[in-house]
C-alpha cells in the first residue's frame, strides 16, 4: 500500500482498491440514530456471512493457495482489502447510529453473539474454495438486499447500494478465476 508515496488522498478514493467496482462511495450518514438499523447492520459487519468472515476466508485462500495458484491467491487478497474498506463503512456508520462496533451480533433480548472463526469456509483445494468464496458474496449481497428493505434511511440504503455493486464485481472477479482454473476440460484435482 505504501508503493504511491506521498499521495496520502489516494487512501480516500478507490483507487488503491484494484477490486472494487470503479465508482465512487457514498458519504457516511445517518438520519439519525437508531439500535435497531445498527443490529440488521452487526450481522453483514460480523455475523455468519459478513464482511469480517469474508475477509478471514479470503485471506486464509489466500495464504494456502499461494504456492500453487499465485494469481488466484493475489486476487484473494485484492479483494479482501475492499472488503475491509465494506467493514469499515459498516463499523462507521453502526457508530453513527448509536452502538458500538464490537464484533458480533445483538439479538432480539440482547443476546450477544460474538464473531468466531468457525465462520470462515476453509476448504480443501482451489476449486471448493473459489465455489465457497462466491456463495459467500451472493449471500452477502441476499442479505444487504433483506437490509435495505427493512431500513427507512435514504442514506443507509444508498450505502448498501454501493456495497453490493462491489460484491457483484468481485463474482465477476472469482467467477473469471473458476473459468481459467476449474472447467472440467482443465481441471487440475
Ligand atoms: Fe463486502
Ligand atoms: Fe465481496
Known amino acids: ?21 470503479p465508482a465512487p462511495y457514498p458519504e457516511i450518514r445517518v438520519v439519525g440514530q437508531n439500535p435497531y438499523y445498527a443490529r440488521l447492520l ?26 500453487e495458484y499465485e494469481e488466484v491467491s493475489d486476487l484473494l487478497s485484492c479483494i479482501a482489502l475492499v472488503e475491509m474498506h465494506h467493514l469499515e463503512i459498516l463499523a462507521e456508520t453502526i457508530l453513527l447510529l448509536g452502538v458500538d462496533p464490537r464484533y458480533r451480533t445483538i439479538d432480539r433480548n440482547e443476546g450477544e453473539r460474538y464473531w468466531d472463526a468457525t ?9 471448493d474454495r473459489l465455489a465457497a468464496d462466491i456463495a459467500g458474496e451472493w449471500a452477502a449481497i441476499a442479505n444487504y438486499r ?11 440504503k444508498q450505502i448498501l447500494e454501493r456495497i453490493i455493486l462491489d460484491e457483484l464485481h468481485h463474482i465477476r472477479l472469482f467467477n473469471q478465476a473458476i473459468e481459467r482454473y476449474c472447467q472440467p476440460s482443465m481441471k487440475r484435482e
Open 119 to 127: 465462520f470462515v469456509f476453509y476448504g480443501t483445494a482451489l476449486c
Open 42 to 67: 452487526l450481522e453483514d459487519y460480523a455475523g455468519q456471512v459478513s464482511e469480517l468472515s469474508a475477509i478471514n476466508q479470503y485471506i486464509y485462500h489466500h495464504f494456502v493457495l499461494e504456492p
Open 1 to 21: 500500500m505504501g508503493e504511491k508515496g506521498p499521495e496520502i488522498k489516494g487512501c480516500k478514493t478507490p483507487e488503491i482498491y484494484k477490486c472494487a467496482y
Open 146 to 156: 433483506r437490509h435495505q428493505q427493512m431500513i427507512n434511511d435514504p442514506f443507509i
